[in-house]
């Protein structure tokens, strides 16, 4: 297949690009070359690459700042999806359309499947859930993925800060009453593209398995990554204001995948192992060498 990913300069981009590049042809579209929010942009460029299917991974991720930048938001998020689901339907392409857990408010108590009602706290969570009615609506032929808790190689994610600030303190604080999946973006390329090669369109929860506090999160991260000369204490979500509020309890059941014969995703403690062992040891290596 020929592919069309859009975001392909972040995390997830760059993973998609690793993993789906082994057996397809990626068109990579940083935002530089492709702005989702333009509509005529958007059109051109799927006039000139005819892509097989799309992976569309662009998003404005920053969950704060999105609350004091609201147009944007929406204009990537919403409009951005729209665009492209637009785009995807017209020139015959399949479209996976990744989206978030943020989408729910983290009441409910137990894991959330994909039926569960939707209901985003913030301006970041209202635009990526008004982004995947859109594709709904115009594009048929999708697969929305909603995900959660993002990490990969040159990201700027949980694992990476806790790593930078561990060579500069001996303690950290976290807060331990936020529950969710870490995700690792090389497994989630994977499911992607297992989910390509068929047609069972649907709205899935795509996580690796188990969940935990943020807390339970960092303590893993430096026990893995063999931090354990610096500690991690806990704290309330309370004592950590931030312009953005998040849902507490965010992790997913996923249902859809049984559902559609997809196999399980691994636990996240094991992604997360493999993630510190092999990417983030090569990037040490790299900026230690530079
Ligand atoms: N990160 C998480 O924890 C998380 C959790 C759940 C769901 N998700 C979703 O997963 C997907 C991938 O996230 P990620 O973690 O890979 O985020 P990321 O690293 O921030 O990548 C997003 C990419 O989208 C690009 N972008 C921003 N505005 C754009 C525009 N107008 N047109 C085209 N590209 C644009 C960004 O470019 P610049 O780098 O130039 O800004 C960036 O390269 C997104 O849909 C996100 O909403 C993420």
Not at 179 to 201: K, N, Q, V
Not at 212 to 231: K, P
Request: proline content about 4%.
């Amino acid at each position: 297949m020929k592919i069309l990913i859009t975001g392909a300069g972040g995390q997830l981009g760059r993973d998609l690009i690793r993993v789906l590049g082994q057996a397809h042809e990626c068109i990579p579209m940083t935002r530089a070359s492709l702005d989702v929010g333009d509509e005529a942009a958007v059109r051109a460029c799927f006039e000139s690459v005819r892509p097989d299917a799309v992976v569309h991974a662009a998003a404005f991720t920053q969950v704060d700042l999105a609350e004091s930048h609201l147009e944007e938001a929406y204009r990537v998020n919403a409009l951005g999806s729209y665009y492209v689901g637009l785009a995807a339907e017209a020139f015959g392409a399949k479209l996976v359309c990744v989206s978030t857990d943020y989408v729910f408010d983290g009441m409910k108590g137990s894991p959330y499947h994909e039926e569960d009602r939707t209901n985003p706290l913030s301006v970041y969570g209202r635009s990526k859930l008004l982004g995947e009615q859109f594709v709904q609506k115009v594009c048929p032929h999708h697969f929305i993925v909603r995900t959660s808790w993002l990490y990969g190689r040159g990201g700027n994610n949980f694992v990476t800060k806790v790593l930078a600030l561990a060579d500069r303190q001996q303690e950290l604080t976290v807060v331990d009453d936020q529950f969710g999946s870490p995700t690792y973006t090389y497994d989630l390329a994977e499911c992607i593209g297992r989910m390509l090669a068929t047609e069972r369109y649907d709205t899935y929860h795509v996580a690796n398995s188990g969940y935990c506090s943020r807390w339970d999160f960092a303590r893993a991260i430096l026990e893995l990554a063999g931090r354990t000369d610096v500690t991690a204490r806990p704290i309330t979500s309370q004592g950590f204001v931030l312009p953005a509020p998040r849902p507490q309890h965010s992790a997913f059941d996923d249902r859809g995948l049984r559902k559609n014969g997809f196999p399980p995703m691994r636990h996240w403690r094991s992604a997360l192992g493999a993630f510190i062992h092999t990417d983030w040891k090569l990037e040490e290596t790299e900026h230690e060498t530079n």
